[in-house]
Every structure is written in structure tokens, then in C-alpha cells.
């Protein structure tokens, strides 16, 4: 095996943590107006792709989140492994080992490995021409990658955010328009037991007109400063000292829009006003776990600690959207939708409708929760999960909720049916980053969405609830 830690690899590092660092500026920058679509595109809202007897696909990326997007797709049947690309030949080889042996010899036999550097990625897409493309790597590399794998012709999957700033969101969403390739951002949550039973219970209008979300993404994760020179904490330690925003909003807010069915015919993101608390965690968790002349010791983590947005859509309804990564608190993502006629919440999952549950609460002032809610899994239960639930907690990854957005992917491409996330909703949220940042910088300064859509998500179907 050749070392681990090339030369070449150390300038890649050092690049990515150069760019990084350098977000704060480009991030400041908004798209005033919508630019026009480009000559020959079209509009992907309601996009289903040629069906595909057999996905052929790639990864970009299998550390972390990637070894197991690898892991899971080689387990579904239609697919076939071709490429594996990684910086460490460890982490590929490694993933080529666990497709291998989920496809019992019988597929994933040829499994191309390119780990050389850091451009490696592009040689791959040029020579295999996957049909889908995962990307799971730091995430301003996201967008290049995605855009280069619907250049050449494969469907784009990517880990959040989609993008870093709005002009990379609307450069994925011309790529994606003009060569008539899918780009999913992969939010699992939304595929989570307790997100498909309240976008159910939603659509059935249990709880009436929506008015308003709370959405979060509370989640400790200082720990990850040890990941110095290689993980997840050796690159993303840079975005929290070098921009201040809600620099992560996705799990929390893509199950909470899709409820409210924004984007997508109703409604849509509209405007947005961000805080950011004082910035003291980061610093003072470096401080006590590193030597004083040590790099995160040379940063100043000016983002803040917790930072609240909120937003207002077209119709008038609220989302509250906070992140914290830094404070010693338990994980939460609210999970929050109020409506006329009563509210769902999440952490724990609760229910209050007006007029009470039927066998669990006479009235709306008091929760249903614990073993009371089992009258409204058995009423409302999400048929995609009645089919995938029991398969999915065997599978594993956060509770299952992985393997049944891995599953939707590769069903939708062979059945040729849209996906459960198309293009647009993926940019909005990821949206939510950049001007958060643009509203701190500015003292709270409203900002508004780019609409990625150029009007149409007027004329969007909704997500039905699939089966």
C-alpha cells in the first residue's frame, strides 16, 4: 500500500483549508435578481430521468457519511459499483472490500479505485461515466464535483449542503437544467419514522391549516477539533472560524418545508433575519484540549455559538431554524409544525390535537407521547415506511432513515419516476446558510431568497405520499 499521506495529498489539504477559511467573503455576496434559464434548459421541478435497468454508480468521498452510502447502495438490488475515489487509498480500499462482499461475487466484481490526489475524482468521472454519482466530501467541494458529474452525464447525489454560497446553488442549478441531470441533495432526515408519519399527518390536514416550524440542528459536536490533520473535524473546524451563520441547516428544516409543501405549488421561502449568540465555545474548547502554539489555537472561532433564523414564506407562515455545534446540551432537531387545528413535535415525538386523541388525551393542553402514541402510528403510519421500516432497522444508519432515502434513489432511477427531493428544494435549504450570514453581518437586515425556480414552483406537484 503507498503512504497514506503523499505529498500531493497535504496540498490538497492545505487547499481545501485555504478555501474554507476564505468562505466569509464570497459567503457575504447575494444574487440581487434571478437570472434568465439558459438557452435550451428546462425546468427538473417534476424531472423523471430514463428508467435504468441497472444504476451504475461511483463515490466520490468514503470516510464518514460516504463508506456507508457505498456499503448500503452495493446491497440494493439493480445496482452495480464501478468507481471509488478517495483521497486515502485506505478508505478506498476499504469500500471496495465492503461492496464486494455485498454483492457476493456475484456483482461489484470490477471496482476501479482512484486515490492519486486530489484531482483524481475527475479522471474517474471522465473514464467510468457512472450513472450516479455520490459526493461525500468537505463541503466546498461539493458543488464542482456536482456539477463536473452531470457534465459528464451522471445523476448527482450529494451529501449537505448542495452548496456554500448562492452563486455555486445557481451554478448547480443551470448545470443540472441543462443537461437534464437529476441533482438530490441527500437529506436522510426527511426519510426518518417520525418526519414521513407528520408529512402524513400533514397531507391528511390533522392539525389543519400550517402556520408555522421550528427547526434545528442541536448537536455537540466540539470532539471533532481531534480530527486534526484527517476527518471531518480536519476541514470543517475552519468553517466555524471563519463565517458565522447557521452554517448547517438542513436536517431540521427539509422535513419541516416539505410539510409546509414549499417550493412545490403552495408556497415558497420568501425572506430571512439571522442572529448569531456570542462566539466563546470553540475558542475555549481549543484553549483546554491543545497546546497554545497548536492551529486552532491560532484561529479566532468568531462565528457564534448558536445562531436563529427565522424565516417568512410567501403566504405569511414562519420557520424558526437554529444551530448549535458548540454548546454542551442534548441533540435535538425540534421537529416542530403548528397548525390551526394542532401541533407535532419531535424530541421527544409528541403529539396535542384539538379535541384530544382518541385513547391517549381528552383535550389539546396536554401531550401525547410515549406509549400513547401507538393510536396514531397504527392511523397514520407512513406507507413508505410500513413497506421499508422493518428492513431499514436492520440496515441501520440513524434508525434506518439512510437506507430508506438509499433505496427511494435507486427506486426512482429504475422506475423512472421523479425523486422525493428534486433540484430546487435542495438549493433552498441549503440556501439558508449563506444568508444567515448575510443577515448576521448586516445586524439582522432581512434577506431574501433567490428563487431558484424562476416562478415555477408554482406549478410544482406536491410530494405525495409515496408507498
Known amino acids: 500500500m503507498s503512504t497514506i499521506l503523499g505529498e500531493s495529498r497535504r496540498r490538497f489539504i492545505a487547499m481545501a483549508s485555504t478555501l474554507a477559511a476564505g468562505l466569509a467573503a464570497g459567503c457575504s455576496r447575494q444574487t440581487k435578481e434571478t437570472p434568465s434559464r439558459l438557452t435550451g434548459a428546462k425546468y427538473m ?36 459499483v464501478i468507481a471509488i475515489c478517495d483521497l486515502f487509498e485506505d478508505l478506498a480500499l476499504r469500500s471496495q472490500k465492503h461492496c464486494q462482499e455485498a454483492g457476493k461475487g456475484q456483482r461489484h466484481r470490477d471496482i476501479k479505485l482512484y486515490y492519486e490526489n486530489g484531482d483524481s475524482w475527475k479522471r474517474m468521472l471522465e473514464e467510468v461515466r457512472p450513472d450516479a454519482v455520490f459526493i461525500c466530501t468537505p463541503w466546498r467541494l461539493h458543488a464542482p464535483m456536482a456539477i463536473e458529474a452531470m457534465r459528464q452525464g451522471g445523476h448527482a447525489f450529494v451529501e449537505v449542503p448542495l452548496g456554500v454560497t448562492n452563486e455555486e446553488l445557481w451554478d448547480i442549478v443551470d448545470t443540472s437544467e441543462s443537461t437534464g441531470r437529476h441533482c438530490m441533495m441527500m437529506e436522510n432526515v426527511n426519510y426518518g419514522r417520525e418526519e414521513l408519519l407528520y408529512l402524513n399527518m400533514c397531507r391528511q390536514g390533522v392539525i389543519g391549516e400550517l402556520l408555522h416550524g421550528e427547526a434545528s440542528y442541536i448537536h455537540e459536536l466540539r470532539g471533532q477539533m481531534n480530527q486534526v490533520d484527517r476527518g471531518t473535524g480536519s476541514w470543517r473546524t475552519f468553517h466555524y472560524a471563519g463565517r458565522d451563520g447557521n452554517l448547517y441547516p438542513t436536517h431540521g428544516l427539509g422535513p419541516v418545508a416539505q410539510y409546509m409543501n414549499l417550493a412545490r405549488g403552495d408556497d415558497n421561502f420568501q425572506r430571512l433575519v439571522s442572529y448569531s449568540s456570542l462566539g466563546r465555545g470553540r475558542n475555549l474548547y481549543a484553549e483546554k484540549n491543545f497546546p497554545a502554539d497548536h492551529k486552532w489555537n491560532r484561529l479566532d472561532f468568531k462565528g457564534g455559538d448558536i445562531n436563529t433564523s427565522i424565516i417568512k414564506t410567501t403566504l405569511g407562515r414562519t420557520v424558526m431554524v437554529q444551530w448549535n455545534e458548540t454548546s454542551p446540551r442534548p441533540y435535538s432537531r425540534h421537529n416542530m409544525i403548528q397548525g390551526t387545528k394542532g401541533t407535532l413535535a419531535g424530541f421527544p415525538t409528541r403529539v396535542a390535537i384539538e379535541g384530544g386523541v382518541e385513547g391517549a388525551a381528552d383535550d389539546h393542553h396536554r401531550w401525547t407521547e410515549g406509549e400513547k402514541l401507538e393510536a396514531i402510528y397504527e392511523k397514520y403510519e407512513h406507507p413508505l415506511y410500513t413497506r421499508l421500516g422493518e428492513l431499514a432497522r436492520k440496515m441501520g444508519g440513524h434508525g434506518g432513515m439512510d437506507f430508506i432515502m438509499r433505496y427511494r ?5 429504475r422506475e423512472g419516476q421523479p425523486l422525493d427531493q428534486n433540484l430546487y428544494e435542495g438549493a433552498f435549504w441549503s440556501a439558508v446558510a449563506p444568508l444567515s450570514e448575510a443577515s448576521v453581518k448586516a445586524d439582522g437586515v432581512p434577506q431574501e431568497f433567490p428563487d431558484f425556480t424562476r416562478g415555477e414552483w408554482r406549478n410544482t406537484e406536491s410530494l405525495g405520499i409515496v408507498g
Do not use: M, S
Open 45 to 80: 421541478g417534476d424531472f423523471n430521468a430514463p428508467r435504468l435497468d441497472t444504476v451504475r454508480c461511483a463515490f466520490i468521498g468514503v470516510g464518514a457519511r460516504g463508506v456507508g452510502h457505498a456499503r448500503q447502495i452495493a446491497k440494493i438490488e439493480g445496482t452495480e
Open 409 to 413: 434513489i435507486i427506486e426512482c432511477l
